[in-house]
């Protein structure tokens, strides 16, 4: 189901897509159970129940926060890892109780050290800043994209920045705090071999 106006995100880059409830005037409710991207760059949400909703009708779409912001500080700790981390990532993905970044990588790393410079990026209280680049501007700086198994979209004329300055700078359309001291501590609580040239990484909200 489509509405004219949307603020949940819809699942893609590793990261869930939001849940939360439609509020009639009625005062009844439905579930949102899912947001996906649908065609021609429409917002799919997935309804539970959606029997009797009308074209037109007006509702309020009220998004689940506690998971949404989970989801926020979680991505923006991967940026921190991604940083800490300085190899190519092959692979990640984002919930509200634990998230990884594959690496591809030979060495092995020490929990206890990433740990503590994550967490002293956390506590730097670095901005977090979103801005527009061109397909061609980034043609240019082939070395800001670092996930090495999905490249940005190409059918798109610009793409949305995720930059922490001095930290790390990407291409990035997912869902972020607005500076790093909203994370939290953060705890990497495994990692992982996965292949001769992967070492996967959990991180948690500690």
Request: aromatic share 4%; charged share 25%.
């Amino acid at each position: 189901m489509t509405f004219d106006q949307t603020v949940f995100y819809p699942r893609g880059g590793g990261q869930p897509g939001d849940t939360g409830t439609i509020a009639r005037s009625d005062e009844s409710s439905l579930g949102i159970l899912d947001t996906v991207h649908g065609g021609n760059g429409e917002v799919l949400h997935v309804i539970s129940g959606a029997e009797g909703l009308c074209i037109g009708e007006e509702v309020e779409l009220c998004l689940d926060w506690k998971r949404r912001y989970a989801h926020m500080r979680m991505h923006t700790a991967l940026h921190l890892l991604g940083a800490v981390v300085p190899f190519g990532v092959t692979g990640g993905n984002i919930s509200a109780a634990r998230s990884r970044l594959d690496f591809d990588m030979q060495e092995s790393l020490d929990k206890d050290q990433v740990t503590s410079l994550l967490n002293a990026l956390v506590s730097a209280d670095h901005p977090v800043i979103s801005r527009w680049i061109t397909q061609a501007e980034l043609a240019a700086r082939p070395e800001l994209v670092r996930t090495m198994s999905v490249r940005p979209p190409q059918q798109v004329e610009r793409l949305r920045l995720l930059e922490i300055p001095g930290v790390d700078l990407q291409p990035c359309g997912g869902t972020h705090v607005s500076r790093t001291s909203e994370i939290g501590c953060l705890k990497v609580s495994k990692v992982e071999k996965k292949g001769r040239r992967n070492r996967r990484v959990h991180i948690t909200l500690d």
